[in-house]
Structures are given as C-alpha cells and as structure tokens.
C-alpha cells in the first residue's frame, strides 16, 4: 500500500479542498451536540431526562444520609438493623456516585446499560427501604418494630426513598420506552 504523498492526486482526496482549514476536520464539543440535537425540542428533552437522573441520584443520597444519620442516633445497637441502616448507607453512597458520574463514557460501548443497571441499583434500594419501613412499623422485622421515635427521620427517608423511585423511573422511562436521547458527558 502507498502512503499519500503531495505528488500523489489521492492525497488531496484524502485532505480535502485545498482552501479548508485542518482544525475543521476536528470534531468539537459544540459540533457534536449540534448533529445529535438538531431541534430546540431535541436539546429540552435530552435536559428533562438528565435533570430526572441527576435528581434521582440525589435522592439517593438523601436516603442513604438519613439512614446514617439514624445509624448514629438510634439504631447502631439494634443488632441486625443497625447493620442494614449502614449497609444502606454504604450502598446509597455508590450508586448515587455512580448516577453522578459519566458512566456512559467511562463504561464505552456497555456505558448505556450500566447507567441503567445503575438506576435500577437506585430504584431497588429506596423501594426495598420504603418496605422494610412500612413493614417495620406494622409487624416485627427481624425482631423489631418500628417505635416512631423520630417522626421527622420517618419523613424525610420516605420522601427520599419515593423521590428516588419516582425520578429514577421516569429516567429508566425515558431512556428505554420512550428511546429518548440522552446527554453523554
């Protein structure tokens, strides 16, 4: 095989006209998201489905800082809920990281499905806390009931936890029932 040379007609094939610039042939931040998102409409959608991820993983957060908080108050003596109310921490800690972070980008061609696999992590986290509440409260779960001491605590986790499930599905909605496009950054 022969490399273009400037004597070699294929090279002007190869470079284009003679007058273009070679910083035109560089893809740029700006030129990319135009071609993606051709419309006003396009570009408001593509900001409503990250706004719900990005929320979403702030819900999580929020469920896994209220779980800590009641850790250190009052359940880190309980003996098996303690351990869940810090496993919960733990685990709303890297899946919220995670929803915040470029997964898309990082993960390469399986990006798209561990951001979903990730948002899934999210929704089964706070619908399994939301449970293990309303079940704690009614009937003994693993040997407790749910006394009621922190009215406000019980609050704020349940509307995390709800916040969570709500915006993380309307993303999972977006992303694969409505094949929605999506911001990779």
Not at 12 to 18: I, L, R, S
């Amino acid at each position: 095989m022969r490399h273009p040379t400037r004597d070699n007609p294929r090279f002007a094939d190869m470079t284009g006209p003679a007058g273009s610039d070679l910083f035109d042939a560089v893809p740029t931040r700006d030129d990319a998201h135009s071609a993606n998102l051709s419309t006003v409409s396009d570009r408001s959608t593509v900001g409503l489905w990250l706004a719900a991820r990005l929320l979403g993983a702030l819900a999580v957060l929020a469920t896994g800082a209220v779980h800590l908080h009641e850790y250190r108050r009052l359940y880190s003596s309980v003996p098996t809920i303690g351990t869940l109310f810090l496993l919960n921490f733990i685990g709303a800690t890297a899946i919220g990281l995670c929803l915040l972070a470029p997964v898309e980008r990082i993960g390469g061609r399986h990006g798209g499905t561990l951001m979903a696999l990730i948002a899934a992590a999210g929704i089964g986290l706070a619908a399994v806390s939301f449970a293990f509440l309303k079940i704690s409260q009614q009937t003994p779960l693993f040997g407790f009931v749910e006394p009621g001491y922190d009215p406000p605590g019980i609050a704020a986790a349940q509307g995390a936890e709800i916040a969570a499930v709500v915006l993380l599905g309307a993303f999972l909605v977006g992303r694969f029932a409505l094949k929605a496009r999506m911001w990779r950054w």
